[in-house]
């Protein structure tokens, strides 16, 4: 079968697995016997999911995890690409790490990721950041184990940008995650889309779908653990199965995974709207454990702009998406991303943008000026607005959205909703009776009282008052389901 070949073959991932023990072998010969990793990363839930994979491989290689980056004998940086603001503070902090050099010049720094899959910045590190050690970019990523021994054996800096761009998708190399009860995973890496402003498609390759056995393995092994709030990953999950030869379409996976039992819920993202279809919907409203919220980015309200950016789809069928999804779900969250300022939108245009947002009502945005990506298409098309006009443009559509996302927050007070309490304490401490953050259905942010000790657990909690950007509840009783 076609795909099989995109799997990492058994052969493979013994040499990988061979070089871990090497590695392994090297740091106990210097009198370490459990090295010390620590890793940070940019960018988006995928490149979180790349990071846990690449613990994974440091855990094989006998590394424990530290947060301090000046204990560390392995750091790694995995980066991001999207916008030049990622790529800046991605050079901030790799400056930083020439400090730890000094103090600790055994300790071996690593740029890994999305950004550094490009040759231009590959280069850039190469002749200006002489205690980078090794950079390696997205293709690579398996053969990472194999890179920390060359350099940890040569002494070599090692640069590796190389391998099919169609990628070699790693299976039986166990992540290791963050703690606690929220978990992403990957069903698909790369992108086909090439929306005309995005870099994704050319540092992550092209699409291709894990098989859905190992996807459904993977999520029951996940609801063993204890992970009840859990993220199916892809650039664009619905095409996920496109490259399987129709045996499992994305709403086929929802629904195998609907079935598996346990008390958890599953969310995924992201989704395009040209390949969000009624059969995504209908599954989503079916099944129960499916979570009835949805991220899918509209990115502009003008159909001459949303042409210009690739998007194959219309305004119009976008609000018909919406009108459907939600006369099934009436209850639906839905978030999207827009970009302002993308070359050649006019105020006008932006003015449709706005229109969109008053007829959507999203319960949430993520907002991005436009930002120029070396070797996509729109990186040279001439700009209408000045600098100045886009900044005002990206302020009205903030103040618009936020509007909106209070009404729509108002609308929980005095009503009862089931949520899954984190770990994770109230940080921002404002309102300090709601001591524990959770999450609804709908990834609502909801500050609770009364949750001491329900960490994990779905709880029924009636919501008290509202922000912008979050609920405050009470929790009411513990459910049972
Ligand atoms: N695959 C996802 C998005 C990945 S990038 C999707 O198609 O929805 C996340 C968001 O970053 C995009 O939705 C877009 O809004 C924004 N983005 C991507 N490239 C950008 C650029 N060059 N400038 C500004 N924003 C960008
Ligand atoms: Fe980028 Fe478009 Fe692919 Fe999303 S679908 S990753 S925006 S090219
Ligand atoms: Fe960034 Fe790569 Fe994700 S460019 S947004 S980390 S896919």
Same mark, same amino acid.
Request: hydrophobic letters at 20%.
């Given at each position: 079968m076609e795909n099989r070949s995109r799997v990492m073959s058994r052969e493979l991932l013994d040499i990988q697995k061979n070089y871990c023990c090497k590695i392994n072998e090297i740091y106990a010969e210097r009198g370490i016997n459990r090295p010390l990793a620590f890793t940070q990363t940019f960018g988006c839930q995928q490149n979180e999911a790349d990071t846990e994979l690449i613990r994974g491989m440091l855990a094989l290689m006998g590394f424990d995890f530290t947060d301090d980056m000046a204990s560390a004998d392995v750091i790694i940086v995995n980066t991001c690409a999207i916008r030049d603001h990622a790529e800046q503070r991605v050079y901030g902090n790799v400056g930083e790490l020439s400090h730890i050099k000094k103090e600790n010049p055994s300790a071996i720094t690593v740029l890994c990721g999305c950004m550094a899959q490009q040759q231009h910045v590959a280069e850039r590190i190469k002749n200006?950041? /002489?205690?980078?050690d090794i950079v390696f970019g997205t293709y690579a990523l398996s053969r990472f184990p194999q890179l920390l021994y060359t350099r940890l054996s040569s002494g070599k800096r090692v640069f590796d940008l190389d391998g099919d761009e169609k990628g070699i998708i790693i299976e039986d190399i166990e992540p290791v995650r963050k703690k606690g009860h929220k978990a992403w995973l990957s069903i698909m890496y790369g992108c086909?889309?090439?929306?005309?402003?995005? &870099?994704v498609p050319y540092v992550r390759g092209r699409e291709r779908s894990r098989e859905p056995e190992a996807v459904l393995r993977e999520f029951e092994s996940l609801v063993r653990q204890g992970y009840k709030d859990i993220t199916l990953l892809g650039q664009?999950?619905?095409?996920?199965?496109? +490259? #399987?030869? !129709? =045996?499992? +379409?994305f709403p086929d996976l929802l629904r195998k995974i609907n079935d598996i039992p346990g008390d958890f819920w599953v969310r995924f993202m992201t989704s395009h709207p040209k390949d969000a279809t009624k059969k995504l919907f209908d599954t989503m409203a079916e099944?129960? =454990? &499916?979570?009835?919220s949805i991220h899918l980015p509209?990115?502009?309200?003008?159909d001459r702009v949303l042409q210009d950016m690739n998007r194959r789809y219309t305004a119009e069928k976008y609000l018909s998406l919406v009108d459907y999804a939600r006369k099934l779900m009436p209850n639906l969250t839905i978030t999207s991303d827009i970009i302002v300022?993308? /070359? !050649?939108?006019t105020n006008e245009e932006f003015q449709e943008t706005i229109e969109l947002l008053e007829k959507v009502r999203f319960d949430s945005l993520f907002t991005f000026i436009f930002s120029p990506r070396r070797g996509? =298409?729109?990186? +040279?098309m001439p700009d209408v607005l000045t600098k100045e006009e886009k900044q005002k443009n990206f302020d009205r559509l903030l103040e618009v959205q936020n509007r909106i996302s209070k009404e729509k927050n108002d609308l929980y007070v005095g009503k009862t909703v089931k949520v899954l309490v984190g770990r994770?304490?109230? *940080? =921002?401490?404002?309102?300090?009776?709601?001591t524990k953050q959770s999450r609804t259905e709908g990834f609502k942010l909801v500050y609770l009282r009364g949750?001491?000790? #329900? *960490?994990g657990q779905f709880v029924n909690a009636v919501i008290e008052r509202s922000s912008t950007w979050a609920l405050f509840g009470a929790v009411i009783e513990r459910e049972q389901r």
């Open positions: 200006s950041y /002489p205690y980078v086909n889309n090439f929306c005309s402003y995005c &870099v664009n999950v619905n095409s996920y199965g496109n +490259d #399987l030869g !129709g =045996k499992c +379409d099944c129960e =454990k &499916v979570c009835a509209v990115q502009a309200g003008s300022g993308f /070359p !050649g939108e996509t =298409k729109a990186y +040279d994770e304490e109230n *940080e =921002k401490n404002y309102n300090n009776e709601y949750a001491e000790g #329900l *960490e």
